[in-house]
T-cell receptor
């Protein structure tokens, strides 16, 4: 059974710092991995999608990497800003399924001004 | 197209009542997903549709839950005889094939 874990559950850093969020999954047979952002009481916004054949994806100050063999992904945020404060969730899709997303519980990120 | 929309955004109901939620996906998307999220947890899959066909239901979806997508466009999720344990955020997402899933703002259900 695929399980997705995100550590730490919460992280607080000063504005301007670079930071890394971690995601691990137990079954390396994935179709793709996505990182999402969720603001309090709101829905989810897709940030980056990495196909299983890719190693990384970049969008602005965000860079996501994928290492299927070790079952890990990282989300790197450069030059953090208070507006980056949110919960960040990773999710994987298994290749033999209805392609539902299997989620981690998220990392709550607080950027202190 | 403004994205995925859900209605209502908030619903407060008494235990034992029935509730119905609506999701309008992005118009050209053929896949529609329902998820449930409780505080501090990631979403959990409930069910999904490809066009009008409901192709899978999670074991989380008890007999009190039913979902429809009659014309392959909007979808409804009904919960009968609500229980306090049904209190959660109900999220709808749509996608075109296996591309990124786009989420609506969710419907927050509180069962008193």
């Amino acid at each position: 059974k695929q399980e997705v874990t995100q550590i730490p559950a919460a992280l607080s850093v000063p504005e301007g710092e670079n930071l890394v969020l971690n995601c691990s999954f137990t079954d390396s047979a994935i179709y793709n991995l996505q990182w999402f952002r969720q603001d309090p009481g709101k829905g989810l916004t897709s940030l980056l999608l990495i196909q299983s054949s890719q190693r990384e994806q970049t969008s602005g100050r965000l860079n996501a990497s994928l290492d299927k063999s070790s079952g890990r992904s990282t989300l790197y945020i450069a030059a953090s800003q208070p507006g980056d404060s949110a919960t960040y969730l990773c999710a994987v899709i298994k290749p033999i399924s209805n392609y539902q997303l299997i989620w981690g519980a998220g990392t709550k990120l607080i950027i202190k001004p | 197209d403004t994205g995925v929309s859900q209605d209502p955004r908030h619903k407060i109901t008494k235990r034992g009542q029935n509730v119905t939620f609506r999701c309008d996906p992005i118009s050209e998307h053929n896949r529609l997903y329902w998820y449930r999220q409780t505080l501090g947890q990631g979403p959990e899959f409930l069910t999904y549709f490809q066009n009008e066909a409901q192709l899978e239901k999670s074991r989380l979806l008890s007999d009190r839950f039913s979902a429809e997508r009659p014309k392959g466009s909007f979808s409804t999720l009904e919960i009968q005889r609500t229980e306090q344990g049904d209190s959660a955020m109900y999220l709808c997402a749509s996608s075109s094939g296996l591309d990124t899933q786009y989420f609506g703002p969710g419907t927050r259900l509180t069962v008193l």
